[in-house]
């Protein structure tokens, strides 16, 4: 009996410490979206807020890409704010996440490719 009580208080300490952590990194990506986004409205190209930093781009482009940032900061927000009641945002960030990923490193080995074509 006194060993199920423990098991189910360290269960609930290690979840609050997974929502603790889910909840800082959420922030954390909200944070970087954000400056992603005034960055890219500014036209101040410094890498790791520009992925492609060394790619000329039209300004019509950068503010583009900075609405999409700031959505993107605002839903990380969001489920900042209440990752328990907002799970299926989470799920759809963790998503899109991967599809953005897997978008740019298509367009990487594409750009990787292009190098060796005579």
Do not use: C
């Not at 603790?20 to 807020?49: D, E, N």
């Not at 945002?89 to 978008?103: D, E, R, S």
């Amino acid at each position: 009996m006194l060993h199920d009580i423990y098991y189910i208080f360290n269960i609930g300490n290690q979840i609050n410490k997974n929502i603790k952590i889910l909840r800082w990194l959420l922030l954390a990506g909200s944070v970087y979206f954000f400056i992603v986004a005034i960055f890219h409205m500014v036209g101040i190209k410094i890498p790791p807020f520009f992925i492609y930093y060394n790619v000329p781009s039209y300004a019509y482009q950068d503010r583009i890409i900075s609405f999409l940032a700031l959505g993107w900061s605002v839903f990380m927000f969001t489920a900042f704010l209440n990752p328990v009641k907002n799970k299926m945002l989470i799920q759809a960030i963790l998503i899109a996440g991967v599809g953005a990923v897997i978008g740019l490193e298509i367009i990487n080995i594409i750009l990787i490719l292009n190098r060796f074509q005579i």
